[in-house]
């Protein structure tokens, strides 16, 4: 049981460039997550996903886009890199909460830092 | 908005000693949890407790439990005998409504606070 996986662990683009970041889960939940983590900023969340399918715009979804065709595999695209960019990138994953009380515990994965020049 | 606010960003401490890393947060709400995750220098996020608003007793977990005060809206995190291994960013977390799963329930969101950076000196 691998728990949040992410992949790549690092990577170093050039400005307009585009790339794919996967992360893949085996808890079979059903809500996945992006967040990026800059210095002084805490995380704040890019999109989210509530199922196979469907995706919604968190804090700071501008220049990213997002994909769930699979139930353990969530993408992060950035189809055309800005240095703004630059940050570490979590993910993460929880499984739907019962009843009325919100029980939505998050798993994590390992992060991925990205720098853009 | 629901915001949550941790006004110290660093923090040290003595090995072995107590330490209070404090969470205010700003809601709402009734009934939701309240969760601190920690990151080591290792980057990944650990869950360290959570607390249910509806339970009038704090949470504890082994060194670290929590003083929930619900109508000050406050939510500190204790660590007892620290040790080396505890220092980390410290991050306050509170679940913010998201939009509706296909089962038909509610999905929340985290809103992380801006984090503590506590070091645990020996």
């Known amino acids: 049981n691998a728990g949040v996986t992410q992949t790549p662990k690092f990577r170093v683009l050039k400005t307009g460039q585009s790339m794919t970041l996967l992360c893949a889960q085996d808890m079979n939940h059903e809500y996945m997550y992006w967040y990026r983590q800059d210095p002084g900023m805490g995380l704040r969340l890019i999109h989210y996903s509530v199922g196979e399918g469907t995706t919604a715009k968190g804090e700071v979804p501008d220049g990213y886009n997002v994909s769930r065709l699979k139930k353990q595999n969530f993408l992060l695209g950035l189809e055309s890199a800005a240095p703004s960019q630059t940050s570490v990138y979590f993910c993460a994953s929880s499984s739907p909460p019962r009843g009325e009380v919100r029980t939505d515990t998050q798993y994590f994965g390992p992060g991925t830092r990205l720098t853009v020049l | 908005a629901q915001t949550v606010t941790q006004s110290q960003p660093e923090m040290s401490v003595q090995e072995a000693e107590t330490v209070t890393l404090s969470c205010t947060y700003d809601?709402?709400?009734?009934?939701?949890?309240l969760f601190w995750y920690k990151q080591p220098p290792s980057r990944q996020m650990i869950l360290v407790i959570r607390q249910e608003a509806y339970k009038q007793q704090n949470a504890t977990e082994n060194r670290f439990s929590v003083n929930f005060q619900k109508a000050a809206k406050s939510f500190s995190l204790k660590i007892s005998d620290s040790q080396l291994g505890d220092t980390a960013m410290y991050f306050c977390?509170?679940?913010?409504?998201?939009?509706?799963?296909?089962?038909?329930?509610?999905?929340?969101?985290?809103?992380f606070g801006k984090g503590t950076l506590l070091t645990v000196n020996p």
């Open positions: 977390a509170f679940p913010t409504l998201g939009i509706v799963g296909r089962s038909g329930g509610s999905n929340y969101k985290l809103t």
């Open positions: 809601t709402s709400e009734n009934n939701y949890y």
